[in-house]
C-alpha cells in the first residue's frame, strides 16, 4: 500500500477545458479519502490522472514517494472500480476474481491463495460457483471489489461504484466498503456526489469546484468550519443559510446586523473582524424557538416540511422579509404558514465569510 500526493497538478484538456487547476493535496497511506463535488467539478479527471489514464498538463504525482507521471497504468499498480463494473459473463465467479491473475501470468497455488482471501474478505465463498446473473447487485459488486482487490494494489480508486444500486443497498454496500477498507488498511480514493456516502465513508473528505480543491478535512471539520461559501452551502442539508451581515461594536457590545435585524452577540462569541460586508452563515440546526425578546427576531413562517423526527421551517425575519432561510426544529411543530414565531440563534455556531467568500476566524 502507498500514499499519494498531487504536487501542483494541472488538467487541461486538448479542447481547451481546464478540469483540475493546481491540485496540491496529500493522501496518506492507509487512508480513506473521499473526493466530492458537483457534476463537471474535475472530480473523474483526478482519479484518471492517477490511474495513468491521462497525462497531467503540470506538476507532479506521486504513489509512495514515485513520481508516477511516467509511468503506465499498469505499473502504477492501482486498482479501479466503476459505476458500470462489468463482470465477464460467462464466467464464474472463481474464473472472474481469477482473471486479471492469469492475465499477470501469476502462478496457480499464487492465484488459488489469493482467491481465497478475498473471498474470505468479502464472504463470497458460497458464490464462487456462479455465474454473475445468478447475484445480487450488492453481490456483484462485491465481486467487481474483490476482483479489483486479488491483485493487491497499491491504491484503490473507486468513482462512484454505488450509483446503479438501490438506496437500501446502497447503505449495506457502503458499510462494506469502508469495513474493507479497515480490515485491509488499503489506500483508497473515493469519488461520489452524495453527501452521506462522503461524510459516512471519508477520513478526510476533499471538496472540488470547478476543478480546484476548495478544502479538504474531516467531515465534522468540513461541517462545522467550512472554508467558503461554497462547501457551506455544499455540505449539509438542507445547507447553511447565508445572509448578508454586518458586525458593530456599541460600547461592550457587539451587534451582528442580519439587514434590518440587530442582535446583540454574547461576550463569549469570538466576533469576526469588525465590518460592513460579510457574510454570516447559520446551520438550520442552530435556530431556535425563542420566547425572549431579548437576543430574538421576529420571524414569518413560509412553509414548513415535516420529516418524521424533524421539522424544517422555512421562514423570513419579519423586518428583512426579502431574506428566505430554513431552521431544523425538532419533531412536529403545529405551525401555520403565513404564522409568526419568536427564533434566535446558537450564537456560537455562526460563522462569518468575507466579500471573497472565505472563512473568517
Ligand atoms: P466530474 O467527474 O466531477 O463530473 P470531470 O472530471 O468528468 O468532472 O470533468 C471536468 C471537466 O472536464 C468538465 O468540464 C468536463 O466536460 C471536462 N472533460 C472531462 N473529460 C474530458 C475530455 N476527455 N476532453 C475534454 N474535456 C473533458
Known sequence: MA?????????TYANG??????????IDDGELAVVIGPSGSGKSTLLR???GLEEPTGGLIRIGGMAVNRKSPQERNIAMVFQD????????????????LKMRAIRSAERTRRVRWVADLLDLGPLLDRLPRQLSGGQRQRVAMGRALVREPSVFLLDEPL???????RAQVRTEIGDLQRRTGCTMIYVTHDQIEAMTLGQRIAVLHQGRLRQIAQPRALYDRPADTFVARFIGSPPMNLFPARLESVGEQILLHLGEVSLPLPTAVPPAPLGPHLTGGIRPE??????????????TVLDTEFIGHETLVHFSPQEDPELRMVARLPG?????????????????????FGPDGRALT
Open 332 to 352: 412536529a411543530q403545529p405551525l401555520q404558514r403565513g404564522s409568526t414565531l419568536r427564533l434566535s440563534f446558537l450564537f456560537q455556531d455562526l460563522r462569518f
Open 17 to 26: 477545458v481546464t478540469a483540475i487547476v493546481h491540485l496540491d493535496v496529500e
Open 3 to 11: 500514499g499519494v500526493s498531487f504536487e501542483g497538478v494541472e488538467k
Open 49 to 51: 490522472l492517477l490511474a
Open 85 to 100: 463494473y462489468a463482470l465477464y459473463p460467462t464466467m464464474t465467479v472463481r474464473e472472474n476474481l481469477e482473471f486479471p
Open 286 to 299: 442552530s435556530i431556535r424557538p425563542c420566547p425572549e425578546p431579548h437576543g430574538s427576531f421576529p420571524a
Open 163 to 169: 450509483s446503479n444500486l438501490d438506496p437500501q443497498l
